[in-house]
């Protein structure tokens, strides 16, 4: 896995070496084995690249076809490189590839802009074909690998991470109060970030750009459709099985050991059996033990280490440790954040990076297979929301210490009136997001609220899912497509993710999210999902005979930081900093003496409570917003 980074101004000053030199130096944690800085033979493109290999003696990139005249830098993995030399060969078009990702040039050079279909892996790359002069930035469907741009009339810069961007003198350094109103109510519309001019190619789709137009258009739309009449479910586990084995087996490649994060829960536990059923060599398994021992589930881990004979490293993650990364882990992801779990994350890579170059994990599974609890929440209730209902909701949220673990929303009857007419349904993230709105709004800078509107964000939403299903579909249905559009990408795949796992060189691998794998989960129908199928009992079932029965047995945990991680950050010196009335006012979004009260009521709240957990979701969201803020745009880039 690498960084890769760019400019090119096709009608003013050409990119300058020490520019593009100091954009892929803030990627060194992406590539820490070499950097190379290509320049275009008229000066006017410069493509850079830093290498984290996983082949002995792999090129250096730009990669390019025979003739060269077409050239690729490449962050991520092609798993189907060789049958698609194949096809490039089969056409007549002589093609040399040692390693995966020179086929990509080989396969555009064939097909064009239809060949980035074809290509089965986690990825994010720039294009250049200078026979037309032409400039395209890809990124893989899921949004797995990250690439973000800046645009000009007449140029572009581009790199893996947003930093990369801000080395560049000519990237102006503010933020996007609209698009930061949305993560308020923590929604990221596909596209957009924090910063004002900064662009992120959405999943699945492509950026061209000439000196005439810019288009962005998607190559790949996720459907769900449930394929007609019943299934049968030891068919479907088999099927399963046989898909899930060889997308880990694909990606065991390379020359060097790969590790997996293993947590208490099936999904990790899938991945590393069928690891060991490929007979993977050097396996080695990583866990976060936490002291609080209602989030920690090292123990569960232990046992399914122990029965797969795999070597297992337990790292002990306190909350001292948190407090004292909190901020490098937030100059990683470049997004706010409710928890402080990605930090976890972030001192689980650094310990790995000792054993692997590589990862496995099991993120994408709960988006795929209905996994998380409100999935299966009661739909009567949530549709017919009287007055003991939503007593009863708010019961829970405030007082329940089963919220600790999770965020119920919170249904009221005007909230299923707003979504219906958008989703045919009440789907979670569009509660979700209204609860957080009504949570937030309170708290705002007066002259910010003209931001903050999540109507209008939701009437978007619902006007991208339309776009992409026709008719109706199940409310099971509509709450994965939202959770793998919207919270995937923009979260999961992010903080508890690539930023936490590469910012110690670590390439991150799902299998999960495998274009065969998910192939497979977008056919499935609700009895395979919820009901008396929930929580993932197909996978439990088509892993029956390779886990032990704790695994199989074990209750869905969301995995969160221990809430009093938040108590221990803001006692440090550069919270108390962050969250001055200095900085506050600043920032301008948030009124600093109403978060002085919501900071002062933390203290008072039964700690194992949902009240709690939701006060010290707010203020780390507070917290990392201003940390961006310091960060990027008064501390130049550096954490």
Request: hydrophobic fraction near 45%.
């Amino acid at each position: 896995m690498c960084g890769i980074a760019g400019e090119w101004d096709w009608d003013g000053a050409p990119p300058v070496r020490s520019v593009i030199d100091a954009m892929i130096d803030s990627l060194a944690h992406r590539g820490p084995e070499g950097r190379t800085c290509w320049f275009s033979p008229d000066g006017k493109l410069a493509f850079a690249h830093a290498q984290l290999s996983f082949f002995k003696g792999a090129e250096a990139q730009p990669v390019s076809n025979g003739h060269n005249t077409i050239f690729v830098i490449c962050n991520g993995e092609i798993y189907n490189h060789r049958e698609l030399a194949a096809v490039v060969r089969q056409s007549g078009i002589d093609c040399n590839v040692r390693c995966d990702v020179e086929i990509i040039p080989y396969l555009y050079e064939l097909r064009g802009s239809s060949s980035f279909e074809l290509l089965r892996g986690e990825f994010a790359f720039a294009l250049y074909d200078s026979r037309n002069q032409s400039l395209y930035l890809v990124r893989d469907r899921f949004g797995i690998k990250p690439l973000y741009y800046h645009t000009t009339p007449s140029s572009i810069v581009f790199g893996s991470e947003i930093k990369a961007l801000f080395a560049n003198p000519h990237v102006p350094r503010t933020f996007d109060n609209a698009s930061v109103a949305t993560k308020l109510f923590f929604i990221t519309l596909p596209g957009r970030t924090v910063f004002s001019t900064i662009r992120e190619v959405k999943p699945g789709s492509y950026v061209e750009l000439n000196a005439t137009r810019l288009s962005e258009q998607p190559y790949w739309l996720l459907r769900l459709e449930a394929a007609g009449g019943p299934q049968d479910s030891a068919a479907l586990e088999r099927n399963f099985l046989d898909l899930f084995d060889e997308a880990v087996r694909v990606r065991l490649h390379g020359d060097y050991p790969v590790g997996v994060y293993l947590s208490g829960g099936i999904d990790s536990s899938a991945v590393l059996a069928s690891m060991v059923h490929s007979d993977a060599k050097s396996l080695k398994a990583f866990t976060i033990s936490f002291e609080n021992k209602l989030f920690d589930e090292s123990q569960a881990a232990v046992v399914t280490a122990s029965q797969l004979g795999v070597e297992h490293h337990l790292v002990r993650v306190r909350e001292k440790d948190i407090a004292e990364n909190f901020l490098h882990s937030i100059w990683h992801s470049e997004i706010p954040v409710i928890n402080s779990h990605g930090t976890a994350k972030f001192i689980l890579s650094r310990a790995a990076s000792a054993h692997v170059k590589a990862i496995m994990t099991g993120e994408g599974a709960d988006e795929l297979f209905a996994g998380y609890p409100y999935f299966d929440a009661n739909e009567g209730l949530a549709e017919q929301p009287g007055f003991r209902a939503q007593f009863a909701h708010w019961f829970r949220l405030l007082g329940s210490s089963q919220a600790v673990l999770g965020f119920p929303s919170v249904v009221r009857e005007k909230d299923i009136n707003r979504l219906r007419p958008l989703f045919g349904c009440t789907p979670y993230l569009g509660l979700r997001t209204l609860l957080y709105s009504r949570l937030i709004r309170p708290l705002l800078n007066r002259d910010f609220r003209r931001y903050f509107s999540p109507l209008t964000a939701l009437e978007v939403m619902g006007q991208d899912f339309r776009s992409h299903n026709g008719g109706t579909m199940s409310r099971t249905n509509v709450d994965r497509f939202l959770a793998i559009k919207y919270d995937l990408p923009a979260y999961i795949l992010n903080f508890l993710a690539d930023r936490q796992e590469l910012a110690h060189s670590i390439e991150g691998r799902v299998p999960f999210l495998d274009d065969k794998v998910v192939a497979f989960a977008s056919m499935l129908g609700d009895e395979a999902l919820i009901g008396k199928a929930a929580g993932k009992k197909l996978i439990r079932r088509a892993l029956a005979k390779r886990l032990p029965p704790e695994t199989l047995g074990s209750q869905k945990r969301i995995f969160l930081a221990p809430p009093t991680a938040v108590d221990e950050i803001l006692r440090s010196e550069w919270a108390h900093h962050l969250l001055s009335k200095a900085v506050t006012d600043a920032v301008g979004i948030f009124d600093w003496r109403k978060v002085m009260l919501l900071r002062a009521s933390s203290k008072i709240m039964p700690l194992r409570s949902g009240a709690a957990t939701a006060v010290r979701s707010v203020l780390i969201l507070i917290l990392s917003l201003h940390a961006l803020y310091h960060l990027f745009i008064v501390g130049r880039s550096r954490s």
